[in-house]
Each structure stands twice: as structure tokens, then as C-alpha cells.
């Protein structure tokens, strides 16, 4: 795991050193143990590494024929794909996964990024070709941005190494504004400042360093090709093998490792998974809060950890840190994404990085198997329209109302929600629906000054949703949500995982997020992977004999809640209003000053809503006020 910069100037002047060293060293935290650089002319590559594999020889920029990489990454198949060049008469100086990736670039050329499976964000400069292959993986784990003009390309693992070029004007991007405060994260290749793009996940880029064509390629896509021929029992048996091969290859490392243990579904079964593999106790990491039992769920972390036989290091994180860090926080994100959880999250693995240097965690495992209670809230009201119109929007009924009723004994906590949900809008078409369930803000624009909602297009931001949300191939709405959540809103939550990770020098693994298990059950019929409106359905039919029952029957899933309704009547309140009511703020004439003060002093729960605006504005002071 490691940082990557590189500058490539089209004036045909040579790279700075002194540049490319200044942008490499906003993101130290990536790298600690090596640096490594490379200028070719117009060319440089800086990179920042963290030791994980080969150790002693692992070292990059690494170069193989004419051709130089700069990798941040693991390839977890490597070991498979060296024996298959081998065979082909490939002799290897490492052992390294990054010396695998230029022998696999000399001998299929571009299209060897398909026989990948890791997490892996990489630049190959051909020299023969004077040409750039620019690839990431298949889910967006692992981070690369970009900016170009008609002088310079630049690309850096963190924004913040891009924003340390003299070429790159600071600006926020207004048109994205909206955009983030709607859903918490950006669709698509943009990014909360102007000029700076993401390469997409799944996507590979090719340039031309002679006429500077640019070409960008979408290399791999969920597929949901209903396969109508297989069997429940055949999805089960698969779905084991791949599981145990996936965490398997996952634990190799020449480092210490261990896991995250929130005590859920997927944590559990990452954690059960790799000590018996291993076949030694591993150390695993949780957090809860002391404000109540509704913020802790440790009880679930030590029984997966006695069922595992692994060794739980348990940590309490604190309003007075929730104050101190969470501008840190910010910095580390680049943009002001996700929620209120990455702050327990830093917390953890801070803990962790005290311990072990790679740790396993169970993200991905909502999106690929349909764990999010929203999906059921979704399904409730679409058999309520199918049992009173007697409708159907789908190719088949995925859930009734009678199958339904045994699973919505899980919804009692999301009462706020499904009171929002059934305020308006009931029963329109399934792409409006699920746009309200994921809306943070909701429905009002209290939050905002009058002239900010004037210049938002809501039916442009609509729009954009909905062309990642009804795409052809998915069919039913439980393939709709999860396609959607896969491809727009998981990019962002791994943007956490992979910032508070890096932050503090750990590399995080995530083995549920590997391609072959997103192949089989995309593919899987939609109603048998939701049985009844089932979370998880079939995860949990396929690991029911290796999880503790207690976890499997569990009805009160929390996600690591923060309990900000109840710091925020405490010492958080003035840090929340002295941020949120500043004079600065007020400048932007985009917050409803009057209603967000009400907001914070009245007794109602913390919303996302106003944590949404107190991340951007955090953000703004971060970087564009600065």
C-alpha cells in the first residue's frame, strides 16, 4: 500500500524535482518507509511506499523492458499469475506483486488488467511507446485523481497532492455542490473541486504522450444477466469456495495483520474466516460509546471474537476527540463524504495501527448482498402498491406482502425514516422512491439561504441518478438499488476506508469486495437472493454452520452509530455552531442560519442533514478558505 504522484509536462520541460517531492510529501502518511522517484525529462513519478509484500526488494518506481511502474495496491492472485508467466519463459528478480503487474503489461499489453484481482490503483510509462497505461480497480478501493490543461497532467493518490501544483487554482466546484449534499458523495468522475477528477472504478486510461490523445476505457461492469438455469444450492456452493479462496489470498503479507469486528454479519464472518485459516488467534479491533446501549455493540464483537478465537482490543471514542479530530478528519478525506462513522472509524483503526500493519474488514458486504434496511422499506411499500393496485413494475414478483411481514420486525428503530419516506411521493415510480430514501437533506430546503435553492437544478441532479439507477439490464428493483449502490455510493464509503486507513499508516484488505463474488451473485435472480424480503439472504444460507447464532438471528444491526444528538446539547454544541454560524459561513449565503440555530438547540436527533453541512463547512475551511 503506498502514495503515488506523477507530473507529466506537455511543454516538454523537465519535472521539477523539488515539485513532485513537495506534492509526494502531503501524502507521507500513505508511505512512511520508502521513497522512491523517477524524472525522464517531462516525465515524474514520486512514490511513497508502505512495506507489506517483498519487503527487501519491493522498491518503486520499478522497471522491467522500457517500461516504469508506480503502484498503490495489492494484487492478490499474484502469486498465480507469476507461476502462469513463468510457464511462459518470465524469470522474476522480486517477489514482489508489483514486478507481476510490468511482466503481465509486456506479454497481454493493455488488456491484462482483466486477469487482476486485488485492489490496485497503478501508472505504467512505456517508453518505447511514449505512452501512459493508467488502470484502477474494479470497485474504486484504492484512490487516483487527475487534473490536465494544455500545459500539464498531473495525478496523485490524494487530492491534496494535486492541489500542491502551482497549475491547480483551489476552487470549489459549484455544480457538484448540490450533488453532495444530496447524497453525500459525487456520482461519476467529478470531485468537490473544479478541474480535479477521479479515474473511475473499472475504467483503465491510455495516453499518448506524442499528440496527447487521451482514451477512457471501461474494462469491467457488473453484469445482471439474470442466470435462470442454477439452483439455490449451486449459488450456496460457489459462493463457499470463492469466500474461502478470496480471504485465503487475502492473508498473504509479510507484515502482522487482523481484522475489524463490529460484531455484524460481515466483520464476523471475515474475522471467523481468516483465524481458521490461519489456524492461529488473530488480533481484531472494535469500538463502541459509553452514551448507551443504543451505541454499543460489543456484546456481537466478543462473541464473533470468542467463536473465532481472536484476540478483541476494544476502544471508547470520546466527544472531546470527536472535536479535536474531526477537522483532521476532514483534511484527510480531500472532500467532506459519507457520514458521522468515519470518526470511530479513525479511532479503531488508530488502535489498530498500534498492533498490526494490514487489517481484513467486511465492507462491500451490504451493497453486494442486500443488507441495508432501506431495501426493505423500499419492498414494503412496493407490495403495499402491487396488493392495492394490483400492480407490478417488475419482470416478477420479487416480494408480496405475505412473504414480507416476518422481516419487518428489523424496521422498529427506522421509524424517522419510514415517517420521512411515507411524508410524500407514495408510490410513485420505483427510480423517484429510492431517490428519496438516499436523500439526505430530504425534502425541505429549510436548510439553505433562498438564493442557494434558486441555483440548484434538483431535476438535473434527478436526472444523473437516474441514469446509473435504471440501468437496462437490472430489471427488478432489488437489482436497481444494489446496482446503484455498488456503482455510486460505495465508491464513497471506500474513500473512508481507505483515508482513515492510510492516515495512520495500516493497509486495509476488504475480501467480501472481490470481483468473482460480485460476478456470481449479480447474476443470481433477484428474488432468490432477497427470499422474502430477507436481508442477506443467501449470505447467510451459505455461512449459517460456521457463525455464531447470536449474530446470525440479529434484528438490531447499528452500523457504529455516534451519538452527536447527545454531544451535541454538550461541549460539541459550540464547536457545531461556532462552525456552522461563523462569520465565513455566513459569507456563503448557501446555510439558512436562522433554521439550522434552531436545528442544533432543538431536541430532536442529530440528522444527516445538518452533519452534511457541518462536514462541507469544515471542508471550506480546510481547503478553499485557506
Known sequence: MCGIVGIIN??????????????????????PDEDGVLIDGPVGFFHKRLSIIDLLSGQQPMFFENNVIVFNGEIYNYIELR?????????????????????????????????????????????????????RDHFGIKPLYWYHDDQVIVFGSEIKALLAHPSIKVEADSDHLYEYLTFQFIMGEGTMFKNVYKVLPGHSMLIDLNDWDIKILKYWQPNF?????????????????????????QLRSDVPLGTYLSGGIDSSLVTIMASKILNKQIKSFSGAFHEGPEFNELEYARIAAKSANAELFEIFPTENEFIDLLPKLIYHLDEPVAGPGLFPQYIVSRLASKHVKVIL??????????????????????????????????????VSLESILPNLPSLKQYTPMMKSFWREGAFEGMDRRYFHLINRIGTTNEFFHPDFVASCNHEKIFGKFCTH???????????????????????????????VSMSVSIESRVPLLDR????????????????????????????????????????????????????????????????????????????NTKYVEDLINAEQPFSRGLWGLLSLELWYGQFIDK
Request: proline letters at 3%.
Open 10 to 31: 506537455k511543454t516538454g520541460d523537465d519535472v521539477n524535482y523539488n515539485l513532485l517531492e513537495r506534492m509526494a510529501s502531503t501524502i507521507h502518511h500513505r508511505g
Open 83 to 135: 507461476e502462469n508467466l513463468k510457464k511462459k519463459g518470465h524469470s522474476f528478480q522480486t517477489s514482489s506483486d508489483t514486478e507481476v503487474i510490468l511482466h503481465l503489461y509486456v506479454e497481454y499489453g493493455n488488456d491484462f488488467v482483466n486477469l487482476l484481482n486485488g485492489m490496485f490503483a497503478f501508472i505504467i510509462y512505456d517508453k518505447n511507446k511514449n505512452q501512459l497505461f493508467i488502470a
Open 225 to 249: 444477466k439474470v442466470d435462470q438455469f442454477h439452483t439455490e444450492e449451486y449459488f450456496i456452493t460457489k459462493l463457499q469456495d470463492i469466500l474461502e479462496e478470496t480471504v485465503n489470498q
Open 361 to 398: 474488514g467486511g465492507q462491500g458486504g451490504d451493497e453486494i448482498f442486500g443488507g441495508y434496511t432501506r431495501y426493505i422499506v423500499a419492498y414494503l411499500e412496493q407490495a403495499l402498491k402491487g396488493a392495492i393496485f394490483e400492480s407490478n413494475e417488475e419482470a416478477e414478483h420479487i
Open 469 to 499: 439507477f435504471n440501468n437496462p439490464e437490472t430489471k427488478s428493483y432489488f437489482n436497481k438499488m444494489t446496482h446503484f449502490d455498488m456503482i455510486a455510493s460505495l465508491p464513497g464509503l471506500l474513500q473512508v476506508e481507505d483515508r
Open 516 to 591: 468473482r463474488i460480485v460476478d456470481l451473485i449479480s447474476t443470481m435472480p433477484a428474488g432468490m437472493k432477497f427470499k422474502g424480503g430477507e436481508m442477506k439472504y443467501l449470505l447467510k444460507k451459505t455461512i449459517k454452520d460456521i457463525m455464531p447464532p447470536e449474530i446470525m438471528g440479529r434484528k438490531d444491526k447499528m452500523g457504529f452509530p455516534v451519538p452527536l444528538h447527545i454531544w451535541s446539547k454538550n461541549k460539541a454544541k459550540s464547536f457545531i455552531m461556532d462552525t456552522l454560524l461563523s462569520k465565513k459561513a455566513r459569507e456563503r449565503n448557501m446555510i
